[in-house]
DNA sequence: GAGTTTGAAACT
DNA sequence: CAGTTTCAAACTC
């Protein structure tokens, strides 16, 4: 059974929750993510455009189906009518509501076949619950913090709101939050609290609309928790329970426009509490951005849970946790494991969430259906939430791919300022998934988690294509979206009860950091793992991640990291790959190491007794936290990203050099190529911008680079060109009977030769044509 | 490639 | 926090 630490519950909201450090995000490194990279240069790209956002709708195919369609939406109670609503049929959809928050849990379990829907007469919050369990108190609103808590014994959480203070019944205006705790278990509620669009309808996420009303979806969190914590102002308490399933969202608009907004998902699954067993393919993905236009459409989130009676519990479970350049928060997602033997239900849950700068991208594949989650941003007042699997496939259009990973899309709908990414977990040879379109086959047999997110700046799928690639399940097929595979190759990232001891702070773990199982550990150990790691082991395409034990550095799946480091570009990283350590005493598990410093594996390196491996899990895991608990700022990039460019980066502790005069590559500022700062405690500083030793070393390195490119250039040429005159005089020599023409060839081959060595001379490359000549009369 | 220098990291 | 030691990279020969 693998549970998650309460401990390691309860920070994640903390940690998730801070929305300070989002809107940076944008500008700190657009290459980053996936999201930037989008080819269309249609402005009207979700998370980095502006696109306005006046209202958000939140959709989650799950077993429930929550629409708070905004206040002006028109109220009604709960209808019958709904209760016959398909799981596949497309959720509430109030295309009215182009100002207030709509938040759509769509249903996605097959067997579910009670939708009830309530409506909010007083904010004109719909909600529509659809559930396996049949909720015959779906759920309870809570005017006083805006949750909706979706539960039969939604009074749970209400009991425990009040306890703190925070009575959830009373639907708060002001409500920022929005909070799911799904039902885990009977008893489990699920509280909704629902992101304050304002208390004028219309306007709400408009420019008007600034910070104090920017709303925040915070936690939501499904599955078994009976002692659910109230939601006091931002803050959300994330339940714990055996299972649990962390699913973050986090939105910010900018404070000019939008008021930031947070989403977060945990679900909490409570294996024994709920005959069905649930596995979340936890998808994490996107990076939230800075909205900066004035007017923002709905947001739509939609969040499809695939259920399948007729699925097979997923063993392992991976959630790849994806960093941002300067990744500050760390976002752990747990996934319950659902247990080998009882595989009633499989929930496949990728989910796009959005962390202030990491983004988390999960995708769980299950053996039986295909799981298609597309994270979509819906356009502005049509609040469709984008149903996976052809609800609204049939407007899909398949952009591109995130990465080289087959089960990850991007779509574009045609129309729509928004991109749509579309992933598409494992799925038995026998089930193909549909890129796009209408495919009912798929929804049938999976159910997506459409978190579609409009005017909401959040870059979906910012997970790099590495990430995308390991956590994706081994596609056996050749089918780009056709998967099979018995098991998803996703593995628990949260430790349950094994590694107390070291536990990390969560709050000061490397940037991305990502929990994964320790090897040989099998449910018990989970490592902590970098972003950079987590990287790394998702280089090789289809690396299997399953729940067996055979994750292990030995795969070689370790390959060099991709990520930014020390401000520098993703693609600067990638184009000069780290250069190999050399430690011999430190295990690098030092920060002495620069491997380990960057958060990366030690791969191809010259290190003696290395420990900076997955084969060294848990002393790896150890050394980080040692490291954090020394300098909780270790794993964080030395060099800041300036606001306005690389003018400003600057190191974050600065040097401290005395004899280099901070013009070596001893001194970190100097090896970055920037200039020592105020902050620097360096003596004999020629490090800065009037230096007249650092302008000619400069001079001086520009000039040999250009030396060097020159040379390179020249030799490429020298050896194209000589291999190509051989080609055409060994013919001839060949043939040749006459004592002159063996002569000459001899005569020419040395003269070849005296040319090559003659143009290696670095100052006479010009020379060369003239040997090519005279090559070209002596062949004559 | 060996030895030296250097400064960050680690330690006290 | 300061001083010292350790360490590995940078540098020199």
Excluded: W
Aim: proline share 9%; hydrophobic share 30%.
């Amino acid at each position: 059974m693998d549970v998650v630490s309460p401990e390691l519950n309860s920070l994640l909201p903390d940690e998730i929750m801070d929305t300070e450090d989002i809107e940076d995000v944008p500008h700190s490194q657009p290459g980053t993510t996936a999201v930037h990279s989008e080819p269309s240069d249609d402005a009207s790209v979700p998370m980095e455009t502006d696109t306005p956002v006046a209202s958000e709708n939140v959709t989650l195919c799950s077993d429930a189906v929550l629409t708070e369609p905004t206040k002006a939406m028109t109220t009604s109670t709960a209808t019958d009518s709904m209760l016959s609503a398909s799981p596949r049929s497309p959720p509430p959809v109030s295309n009215s509501s182009t100002s207030s928050p709509l938040l759509t849990i769509k249903p996605a379990l097959a067997t579910s076949t009670t939708t009830t829907k309530t409506t909010d007469s007083v904010t004109g919050t719909s909600v529509t619950t659809s559930g396996l369990q049949k909720l015959t108190t779906p759920f309870t609103i809570s005017p006083a913090n805006r949750q909706i808590i979706l539960n039969k014994v939604a009074s749970q959480a209400s009991e425990a709101a009040k306890s703190a203070g925070n009575p959830p019944q009373v639907i708060k205006q002001d409500g920022q939050k929005l909070l799911v705790t799904a039902i885990g278990k009977s008893g489990q509620p699920i509280v909704l609290q629902l992101p304050h669009t304002g208390s004028k309808p219309g306007i709400s996420q408009t420019a008007g609309d600034t910070k104090s009303q920017a709303p925040q979806f915070k936690v939501v969190t499904i599955g078994g928790r009976s002692d659910l914590k109230p939601v006091v102002g931002n803050q959300v308490t994330t339940l714990q329970t055996q299972q649990l399933k962390t699913v973050q969202i986090a939105k910010k608009t900018p404070a000019s426009s939008a008021a930031p907004i947070k989403f977060i998902i945990t679900k909490t699954v409570n294996s024994k509490g709920i005959s069905a067993q649930t596995s979340m393919p936890p998808v994490i993905t996107g990076r939230v951005l800075t909205q900066s236009s004035p007017v923002m459409p709905p947001r739509t989130i939609t969040l499809s849970e695939p259920h399948n009676t007729n699925l097979q519990s997923i063993p392992g479970k991976k959630i790849a946790i994806s960093p941002l350049k300067t990744p500050s928060k760390v976002t752990v997602v747990s996934v319950a494991s659902p247990t080998s033997g009882a595989s009633q239900k499989s929930v496949a849950l990728p989910v796009n969430v959005a962390l202030g700068q990491q983004i988390l991208t999960v995708q769980q594949s299950t053996s039986v259906s295909p799981v298609k989650v597309a994270t979509s941003q819906s356009t502005t007042q049509n609040i469709k939430p984008v149903a996976v699997g052809g609800v609204g496939g049939s407007q899909f259009k398949t952009i591109i791919p995130l990465a080289t990973q087959p089960n990850v899309q991007q779509i574009q709908v045609p129309g729509s300022r928004f991109h749509y990414v579309r992933l598409v977990t494992a799925t038995t040879a026998s089930s193909t998934g549909q890129p796009s379109g209408p495919s009912t086959s798929s929804i049938q047999t999976a159910k997506p988690m459409v978190v579609s997110t409009a005017a909401v700046r959040m870059s979906v799928p910012v997970v790099p294509a590495q990430t995308m690639k390991q956590v994706a399940p081994k596609p056996l097929t050749s089918g780009p979206q056709v998967v099979t595979t018995t098991q998803t190759q996703q593995r628990l990232i949260m430790p349950a009860t094994p590694l107390p001891q070291i536990q990390p702070n969560f709050t000061n773990l490397p940037p991305g950091t990502v929990l994964t199982p320790a090897p040989g550990g099998g449910n018990v150990g989970y490592a902590v793992v970098p972003a950079q790691y987590v990287t790394q082991i998702q280089q090789p395409p289809f690396v299997t991640l399953a729940s067996s034990s055979s994750f292990s550095a030995s795969t070689g799946i370790q390959t060099q990291a991709r990520l930014p480091l020390n401000g520098l570009s993703a693609a600067e990283t990638t184009s000069r790959p780290r250069k190999p350590c050399n430690c011999t005493k430190s295990q690098c598990l030092k920060l002495y190491c620069d491997c380990f410093a960057n958060g990366e594996f030690c791969n191809n390196c010259n290190c003696n007794n290395c420990f900076n491996n997955l084969e060294h899990e848990t002393e790896r895991l150890k050394a980080i936290k040692t490291c954090l608990d020394r300098n909780p700022e270790a794993f964080k990039p030395k060099i800041g990203k300036g606001k306005e460019g690389e003018s400003d980066r600057r190191h974050s502790k600065g040097c401290n050099c005395k004899r280099s005069g901070c013009l070596k590559n001893y001194c970190e500022c100097y090896e970055a190529k920037i200039m020592c700062s105020s902050i620097c405690k360096c003596i004999g500083c020629k490090n800065f911008e009037e230096s007249p030793e650092r302008k000619t070393l400069m001079h001086l390195a520009d000039a040999a680079e250009v030396r060097v490119q020159q040379q390179t250039a020249a030799k490429t040429k020298l050896s194209s060109q000589i291999s190509d005159l051989l080609m055409r005089t060994t013919p001839v020599i060949s043939s040749g009977s006459g004592r002159y023409l063996k002569h000459s060839s001899h005569i020419f081959q040395h003269k070849i030769k005296s040319a090559k060595s003659f143009f290696y001379s670095k100052h006479m490359i010009c020379t060369f044509v003239e040997s090519l000549a005279l090559a070209k009369v002596l062949h004559k």
